[in-house]
């Protein structure tokens, strides 16, 4: 048997009561190993503890033991497994260095007991012991994994086709979408130039409005001035009227008076003077007051016709 140790430096084997073996020990240097002797001189129990720590199951306990262990060291890890007897069968526990032995018992160790062996010598076919490795339902799920996707890759295929035929028909929606957004960019331009005019308008019409609230608050006052003097004049007209009253029941008096003494005449007179004068005192007042309220008048349809235009700009 050749063993070879590529990617370690060093190796070592003991192993107790397996096989025809008591208990040895075996270091195997970089290289190639052979196993030469006679026969009858364990080299089958040897090949068997190196099954034993790589994981294999077809191993014998020495006939006078009930407990066997390997220990094997590669490196500066070490792999143990230890096998005792349980009724006619052998039970193992430990670390071995392979999680799954198979391959390593069916072409490995070609050992008389090697079922593959066996097979060859009695001409079996070898399809199911070749096979017994194999995780035929997983390969099988894969396959059809596979199909899957094949065919999931062909429908792209098609679609990708089928859109290879519309592609012109996309490049011409593309360039009528994109005359679309330019036509729609220039629209756009020109309604933000509108609402920057229109801000602007906006903007002079609030300055407009603020002037002439301004002036209809000054128009209110001038209103409240005007009804202050339409007030006073009515007040004025009234007094005019009484003084008019007054004037002519004088005149009437002075009508009205009898033929007096010439002392009493005298004294009529001044007294008729006096209400001379005081007449044309009335009439001076009567005159100012006329023309204060001829002038308020006027004043009064003056801003009453100003207010009427401002209404009407608001």
């Not at 008591?22 to 030469?36: E, K």
Request: glycine share 6%.
């Amino acid at each position: 048997m050749a063993l070879t140790q590529a990617k370690y430096s060093k190796a070592k084997v003991h192993a107790e009561n397996i096989g025809g073996i008591d208990d040895t020990s075996v270091a195997f240097s970089p290289g190639v190993t052979l196993l030469v002797g006679r026969n009858a001189t364990n080299r089958t129990s040897f090949l068997q503890a190196v099954m034993a720590a790589l994981g294999g199951e077809n191993v014998s306990i020495k006939g006078d033991a009930d407990e066997a262990e390997v220990e094997l060291t590669i490196g500066d890890e070490t792999y143990t497994r230890h096998l005792r007897r349980q009724g006619t069968s052998i039970v193992t526990d430990g670390r071995p260095f392979l999680d799954d032995p198979t391959l390593a018992d069916l072409f490995a160790f070609l050992l008389e007991s090697n079922e593959a062996r066996r097979a060859v010598t009695t001409g079996v076919d070898l399809r199911e012991l070749i096979m017994r490795p194999v995780d035929t339902t997983e390969i099988e799920s894969e396959i059809q994994r596979l199909v899957r996707e094949r065919e999931s890759i062909t429908e792209e295929l098609e679609e990708i086709d089928s859109l290879k035929e519309e592609i012109p028909e996309l490049e011409a929606e593309q360039a009528r979408l994109e005359d679309e957004i330019e036509e729609t960019k220039a629209d756009l331009e020109a309604k933000e130039s509108e609402l920057e005019a229109a801000d602007a308008d906006v903007e002079e019409v609030r300055e407009e409005k603020s002037e002439l609230e301004t002036r209809l608050e000054d128009l209110r006052g001038k209103r409240s001035t005007l009804d202050d003097i339409r007030y006073d004049l009515e007040t004025e007209r009234e007094s005019l009227e009484a003084l008019k009253q007054e004037r002519q029941e004088l005149e009437d008096e002075e009508t009205d008076l009898p033929e007096l003494p010439m002392g009493e005449l005298q004294e009529v007179e001044s007294e008729i003077e006096r209400l001379r004068s005081q007449k044309e005192q009335l009439e001076r007042e009567i005159n100012e007051l006329q023309s204060v309220i001829g002038f308020n008048e006027e004043m009064l349809e003056d801003d009453t016709a100003t207010g009427c235009r401002i209404g009407g700009r608001n």
